[in-house]
């Protein structure tokens, strides 16, 4: 049995303040819930506020992305084992944003996942495709190459490790835009990258891998994406802003 994880990504959003009110809020209302784990990401800025004002919650804090080096001449940058001493415990690499405007490599983003592990923190590895891929029919050899190549440094997995590995599957076309992937679209997605995982290392893992479908989910459609047998949890993006949202969606979660 897979606990799903449902993470806020607030990309550039929300300053000191506005993020730790979000978070007390979320701590009230979420911070002993029971069979759904729960992080938010918000910006570096406000990411030790934010650990500061969770403390004693069991709601996790992620960063939005990473470097694989662990220190040096590197400006501008942050790495897996700052994050940790920062109290983060999970880091987002590949997310579609970075791909297309800061030029992440599928390569690189392996090295990232691999050092983030490395440090002892857990990694959500994004993948999707484009509109014009999935138009194409291209949308399993787009995902496939990313997720290999996104794992390919990761010798490894441990199945009981594997819960500190989540793959989130996010459409690029879905990404705040208001379109969501019907549960159908999803679903096939999220079976083909278990089935990967299980080639890639074995059954075990793949089974203990987490799966979070990410793109425009929100209150109205959480449950119906995560009653499907392999969406494990959601990476939310707009609906994170707004406590009651994300509250719902968590909720959502844990029916589902
Ligand atoms: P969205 O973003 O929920 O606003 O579509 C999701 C994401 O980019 O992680």
Redesign the pocket.
């Known amino acids: 049995m897979r606990t799903p994880f449902v993470v806020g ?1 607030w ?1 550039l959003n929300k300053s000191i303040a506005e993020a730790t009110a979000l978070v007390t809020e979320l701590k009230n209302q979420l911070g002993t819930v029971k069979g759904v784990q729960v992080g938010v990401a918000p910006t570096l800025v406000a990411l030790s506020s934010v650990v500061k004002r969770l403390e004693g919650s069991s709601i996790a804090v992620a960063a939005q992305n990473c470097h694989w080096e662990t220190s040096g001449a590197w400006t501008g940058e942050v790495s897996p084992p700052l994050l940790a001493d920062a109290g983060a415990t999970w880091v ?1 690499v590949g ?3 970075r791909r297309q405007f800061f030029g992440d490599t599928s390569e690189g983003v392996g090295k990232k996942a691999a050092a983030v592990l490395a440090a002892g923190l857990g990694v959500i590895v ?1 993948v999707g495709e484009s509109l014009a891929e999935r138009d194409g029919g291209r949308t399993l050899s787009v995902v496939d190459e990313q997720l290999m190549a996104g794992l390919a440094p990761i010798e490894t997995m441990d199945p009981a490790k594997a819960a500190k590995l989540v793959i ?1 599957y ?1 459409p690029v076309w ?5 379109r969501t992937a019907t549960p159908a679209q999803a679903q096939e997605v999220h079976a083909y990258i278990r089935q990967r995982l299980a080639s890639r290392w074995n059954a075990a893992v793949a089974e203990a891998v987490r799966i979070q479908y ?5 209150p109205s459609n959480a449950e119906t994406l995560m009653s499907e047998k392999d969406i494990d949890g959601a ?6 802003l707004e406590a009651a949202d994300f509250i719902a969606i968590v909720k959502a979660a844990r029916s589902a």
């Not at 879905?174 to 208001?178: D, K, L, P």
């Not at 990410?214 to 929100?218: D, E, F, Y």
Request: aromatic share 0%; net charge neutral.
């Open positions: 990504n990309k987002i997310h579609s944003e994004c989130a996010e879905a990404i705040g835009t208001g990410g793109g425009s989910v929100k990476l939310v993006g707009g609906a994170s």
